[in-house]
């Protein structure tokens, strides 16, 4: 009777953390794929993800989690903006200062402890070119009709965000070509949404971001030779 008990305990938990796991990962592939065209998706996508990650976690009763320097940072600059909320003249826009860096270091800690396999990596990757073409292509179609000179992507906000997202794409993007072996209909795909992300970035006549491209241009250079 006690095995019994037991057996199902354990598959009503092994039930419970397949479940997570694939809103978890439905949560995650749709916050990614429309970052940059959709902000209500996009944070449905978000909450969807960290849902299911803290119930994954907690049907294996596992709270051990994978850091790396960035993470280290973040949480630190988390607990940093907590306490200037704490005590800050508005404490209602200090909190949301918080949440906007509490964000980013949970879709860190996410990822560095959920993406364990090359395939996953590898999906969630290609998600991150699909995301950034169809960014790319409605910030590109939309930009000759919209009422100002500068380019600017839907939910990426004022120009200058927009480039400097996306020049991180454009980082990875350049990276996938230059040291991931794709192939040619890969190739084809990543090139030809390489060559229109920087055409976008150019549109948006953001100095700072075409002063970042050229930096992580040299950097990319050294590291080829």
């Known amino acids: 009777m006690i095995a019994k008990v037991g057996a ?60 790396t320097p960035i993470g280290v940072f973040l949480s630190i600059y988390f607990l940093i903006s907590l306490l200037s909320a704490a005590f800050a003249f508005d404490r209602l826009e200090g909190f ?68 400097w997202y996306l020049v991180m794409m454009l980082a990875l993007l350049v990276s996938l070509l230059l040291f991931m072996d794709l192939r040619p209909p890969g190739k084809i795909v990543v090139g030809g949404i390489t060559g229109a992300t920087l055409l976008a970035v150019l549109l948006t006549y953001s100095r700072g971001a075409v002063a970042a491209l050229v930096a992580a241009a040299a950097v990319l250079e050294s590291v080829r030779l």
């Open 8 to 67: 199902s305990r354990g598959g009503e938990e092994g039930r419970a953390v397949r479940y997570a796991d694939a809103a978890f990962m439905g949560g995650l592939a749709l916050m990614i794929l429309t970052l940059p065209i959709s902000e209500a998706l996009k944070n449905i996508g978000y909450f969807v993800a960290l849902g299911a990650w803290i119930l994954k976690r907690a049907a294996r009763r596992d709270f051990i989690m994978t850091f």
């Open 96 to 163: 949301r200062g918080a949440w906007d860096v509490f964000r980013p270091l949970s879709i860190v800690l996410m990822m560095l402890n959920e993406l364990d396999g090359v395939g996953k990596i590898r999906f969630y990757l290609w998600l991150f070119v699909a995301s950034t073409g169809l960014g790319v292509v409605w910030g590109l179609l939309s930009h000759p009709m919209g009422p100002r000179a500068r380019l600017e992507i839907k939910s990426l906000g004022h120009s200058n965000h927009t480039a």
